[in-house]
């Protein structure tokens, strides 16, 4: 053996002995793949319900309506789970980014498969009418029903969030000043 | 005792390294620090630099180990470390040539019958150093490292059948340097 080689070998025994390099403890690799699957969940969830939400907005009130339910569906919806998404998968992809096999993956291909799987699914649960599943049982119901509540698919046009957007001076653009 | 280890399977090796004796770690190292070192020196052409790619390598698996999981292949593993540590340290210093635009050898062609595996080691290592990286280290893991596809696909993290592409157009390209020299 080469004495390059056998140094290599002393000098990392001889850095592990001293405490100077230690393993990262087993915890730290689960709480990270437990965040990232969380993250990867609550994403898809997030993202699925968006698109199946925005898509039947758009179809019930098409034309000079879309902007407002639009800004609707934004007000309504709950920016602390795509937050809470994001956070996740950033410390749980950060704490195992360690030499594994999904390491070095290419993020680009995955992130376009993944946008067009959450799409597909989100299209997929408006056409089939899984929405009205989650209305009633599914993780979103709360928000569904706020939305129901307060968009007025039973009001008609959301006389309650049209008044309070325009108490507050909001210009909506299909109204008249 | 030391057969009994030698007889221990790598995975074996790193279970005793995490649950009891983390002198253990120098079996692998053993094991590993030729073959590694063969194989960073011919990506990155420098002995100097292979050391320590080797070495950070071997420290950053340490580190890393209760990530393993033991149900895959160690090999693979200390493979995608080196591969990794090689890689990042070519991006840093961009010394190594990039492969050239719209450079392509024709495929399909089966010239596994013109060399035999024997015949191919030897001359891959005289042929290696002119060959870009693209080609040499699919090549050089699978004639000089003696991996199967399946674990160059894992350490290079592309398919298989790229990895099946590249063997077959490197092997077309050395047999042009090879002729040239």
């Not at chain 1, 019930?60 to 407002?68: C, L, R, T, V």
């Not at chain 1, 994001?86 to 980014?97: A, D, E, N, P, T």
């Not at chain 2, 699919?138 to 298989?160: C, F, N, R, V, W």
């Amino acid at each position: 053996m080469s004495k390059e080689l056998k140094n290599i070998g002393d000098e990392v025994m001889a850095k592990i002995r001293e405490g100077q390099v230690k393993m990262k403890p087993k915890y730290y690799f689960i709480v990270g793949s437990v965040l990232s699957f969380v993250g990867l969940v609550s994403s898809l969830i997030t993202s699925v319900f968006l698109i199946a939400l925005t898509r039947f907005a758009f179809r019930s009130h098409g034309g000079i309506f879309a902007e407002y339910r639009f800004e609707q569906l934004v007000s309504n919806f709950p920016w602390w789970a795509p937050i809470l998404a994001v956070v996740s998968l950033f410390i749980g992809i950060k704490l195992i980014r360690r030499y594994d096999f999904s390491y070095k993956k290419n993020f680009v291909y995955v992130v376009i498969w993944l946008v067009l799987a959450v799409f597909m699914a989100g299209l997929v649960f408006d056409m089939t009418g899984l929405n009205d599943i989650w209305l009633q049982h599914g993780p979103m119901k709360g928000i569904m029903r706020q939305y129901f509540d307060e968009g007025g698919v039973r009001s008609g046009l959301g006389q309650k969030h049209l008044q309070a957007n325009i108490s507050r001076g909001i210009k909506l653009p299909f109204l008249k000043d | 005792m030391q057969n009994d280890i030698e007889k221990l399977s790598d995975e074996a090796i790193v279970e005793r390294v995490r649950k009891s004796d983390q002198e253990f770690y120098s079996v692998i190292m053993k094991r590993y620090q030729d073959r590694l070192m063969r194989y960073a020196g011919g990506l990155i052409k420098d002995k100097d630099k292979a050391t320590d790619i080797v070495q950070s390598s071997f420290i950053k698996a340490f580190i890393n180990l209760n990530g393993f999981d033991t149900n895959k292949k160690f090999s693979s593993w200390i493979y995608r470390i080196v591969h990794n540590e090689t890689m990042n340290l070519i991006d840093k210093n961009q010394k190594e040539a990039v492969f050239p635009d719209g450079f392509d050898v024709e495929s399909g062609e089966d010239i596994e019958k013109d060399f035999e595996k024997k015949e191919i080691k030897e001359k891959i290592e005289k042929c290696l150093a002119d060959m870009p990286v693209l080609y040499s280290e699919p090549l050089s893991l699978y004639y000089l490292d003696e991996k199967s596809y399946e674990e160059i696909s894992d350490i290079l993290q592309i398919p298989m059948g790229t990895v099946a592409t590249r063997i077959s157009r490197a092997k077309l390209l050395m047999k042009k340097l090879c002729q040239k020299n």
